[in-house]
């Protein structure tokens, strides 16, 4: 667990749960799950002397939860955000999203769809604190942490913790903060997309080579139902983060010119992170569609390759036709056949036959029954 008091002097890191309000800013109490639930009751007192209120049951429960859904609630007090982030899972961490408290089963596919973690990240909103729950290897809270307690360029870490990031503007209030890590969610999703269209355009390739014999098609069904799987999850983020706008915009309007501020740049903070979850929205569909489109134009090339396979044999069979056809005649047990009892009528009918055969074999080729696809 670590605490954090954002003011507007600085970021300081607190070593235990505060036992009162700051005076100014606020504290972000960040947290991974297994820590939520055995400290559950100093975290609840805590809320209590900073906030004036405590988590609901259910609320607890929703955070608790390794495989709940992206979803929104609010009370009178606070606002509870759930969002599953998208993004590559740390060496040796399940990649599935479960911890301690729920299991998952592995996502097939392609490696890149197996690293995709999926894991929920939950957000309560107060006025002067923000509670995150994190999966027990989240980087986010990690990235955004050592962002905030950046250190000035040479000096000490320590030192610095007080003062704000160099590059990074400093939250005005735990709503800006949550909207912050979650669109450090969404962006971490975007950086997969080059990894993962890489991939899923090697399968693409491998479908569509016509020479090829594609056998993995237990891994492809998985991948597809893996991106089903992602289109889902970004459908509840996006519902999600919708919920959250809509809740903002019944806020009261502040009285003063700095919170009217505050509350315009929540809601374009809001907006943009919405934008941004359309586009993986927008990016995984895509994949899925050109998933899908690839094993259709596989059968196509397929289907395509085994009719001319069945051309060219149909024309060599009509080339022979005619040429059983006189086999057949000079074959038959009569005693007078024409050219049976000449000397030269051995070479006749082998003659006959293979001009007819080269007529049709000409033929054949003019009308391209024999001549091979362009790209095979």
């Known amino acids: 667990m670590r605490i954090f008091h954002l003011h507007s002097g600085g970021v300081q890191e607190l070593g235990a749960l505060p036992t009162q309000a700051p005076a100014q800013g606020f504290v972000w109490i960040a947290c991974t799950r297994t820590a939520l639930q055995a400290q559950l009751p100093a975290v609840q007192n805590a809320l209590q002397a900073l906030a004036g209120v405590q988590l609901v049951d259910l609320h607890v429960s929703d955070l608790l939860n390794a495989q709940l859904p992206s979803h929104y609630d609010y009370t009178s007090q606070y606002d509870l955000l759930v969002f599953r982030r998208l993004a590559s899972a740390a060496p040796g961490s399940d990649a599935t999203g479960a911890d301690t408290n729920g299991s998952a089963p592995a996502r097939g596919g392609p490696?890149?769809?197996?690293?995709?973690?999926?894991?929920?990240?939950?957000?309560?909103v107060f006025d002067?604190?923000?509670?995150?729950?994190?999966?027990?290897?989240?980087a986010v809270r990690e990235a955004y942490a050592a962002r905030l307690l950046a250190a000035i360029p040479g000096g000490d870490a320590r030192e610095s913790r007080n003062h704000p990031a160099p590059s990074t503007r400093q939250p005005a209030s735990p709503a800006d903060l949550m909207l912050r890590l979650v669109n450090l969610m969404v962006d971490g999703y975007l950086d997969l997309?080059?990894?993962?269209?890489?991939?899923?355009?090697?399968?693409?390739?491998e479908l569509l080579k016509p020479r090829a014999r594609f056998v993995n098609w237990s891994a492809l069904l998985d991948a597809r139902l893996s991106l089903h799987q992602l289109d889902e999850i970004c459908?509840?983020?996006?519902?999600?983060v919708q919920d959250w706008i809509d809740a903002l915009a019944t806020w009261p309007v502040p009285a003063t010119a700095a919170g009217l501020r505050e509350h315009d740049l929540l809601q374009v903070r809001s907006r943009d992170v919405l934008e941004h979850i359309e586009r993986v929205v927008h990016h995984v569909r895509r994949l899925e569609q050109s998933t899908e489109t690839a094993v259709q134009m596989h059968f196509s090339v397929q289907s395509h390759r085994t009719n001319d396979i069945m051309r060219t044999l149909t024309a060599l069979t009509a080339v022979f036709l005619p040429l059983n056809l006189i086999a057949g005649i000079f074959g038959m047990n009569f005693e007078f056949v024409p050219l049976?009892?000449?000397?030269?009528?051995?070479?006749?009918a082998m003659g006959t036959m293979a001009a007819i055969a080269l007529a049709l074999l000409a033929l054949f080729w003019r009308k391209r029954y024999l001549a091979r696809t362009l790209g095979r």
């Open 111 to 124: 490696p890149v769809l197996r690293r995709i973690d999926t894991s929920p990240v939950g957000f309560a």
């Open 128 to 138: 002067q604190v923000l509670l995150t729950v994190h999966p027990s290897d989240c």
């Open 193 to 205: 997309r080059r990894t993962l269209t890489r991939q899923l355009d090697h399968w693409q390739s």
């Open 235 to 240: 459908e509840d983020q996006r519902s999600a």
């Open 340 to 348: 049976v009892h000449q000397q030269n009528g051995f070479w006749w």
